[in-house]
Structures are given as C-alpha cells and as structure tokens.
C-alpha cells in the first residue's frame, strides 16, 4: 500500500503543477516505519519522482518518531538520501526543508 500511497501522490503533484492555482503546492504523506525502514525505500520516492516528473521539494514525508528511533544510524542515512535527492521530511519535534 505505501507505494501506492507514493505513486497516488506523485500523480496528485503531477495534475496540481498544470493548474497555476495549485503548482506551488505541497503534499504531505505519512510514511510507516515499516515503509521508512524497507531498504528501498529511497528508490521507490526516488523513481516516483522521475515517473511523474515532478519538484521532490514539494513532496513532504511525514515520519513517525518510531521510525526514527528503531535504528538511528539507519534512519539518518535514510534521512541524507532523501535530503540529496530534495525530497523533504517532517516529524514531531523537527522538519526538515
């Protein structure tokens, strides 16, 4: 469901970029901490980017603190590769843009 989840967001930024009302909009996504945690999940956002063609910057992974907390050295190197490819994140007590 989570790529599901990704690729309907991906379509949703994709059809808000052809409408001058809606292109600078951002979408948020809640992202499970067994998603976050599945080793590839940097190339599922990633590829959902490149098959919609749109800003990663106005994608917005919303993160969970047990996502984060689980494996810290993970979830920062995670973190990184989501930062080098644009894409923002969010959790309680800290975002990232």
């Known amino acids: 469901m989570g790529q ?3 690729e309907t967001a991906g379509a949703q930024l994709k059809a808000w970029e ?3 009302h809606t292109r600078n909009l951002v979408l948020s996504v809640n992202v ?9 999940f940097v ?5 959902t980017v490149q098959q919609y063609a749109i800003d990663p910057m106005r994608l917005k992974l ?3 603190e047990s996502a984060l907390l689980e494996n810290v050295e993970d979830a ?10 644009e894409v923002r994140f969010t959790s309680q007590g800290f975002e990232e843009e």
């Open 4 to 6: 599901w989840v990704l």
């Open 18 to 20: 052809q409408e001058e």
């Open 32 to 40: 499970s901490a067994k998603q976050f945690r599945q080793a590839d």
């Open 43 to 47: 190339a599922q956002v990633q590829a």
């Open 62 to 64: 919303e993160l969970t």
């Open 76 to 85: 920062i190197a995670t973190m990184n590769a989501l930062k080098a490819i």
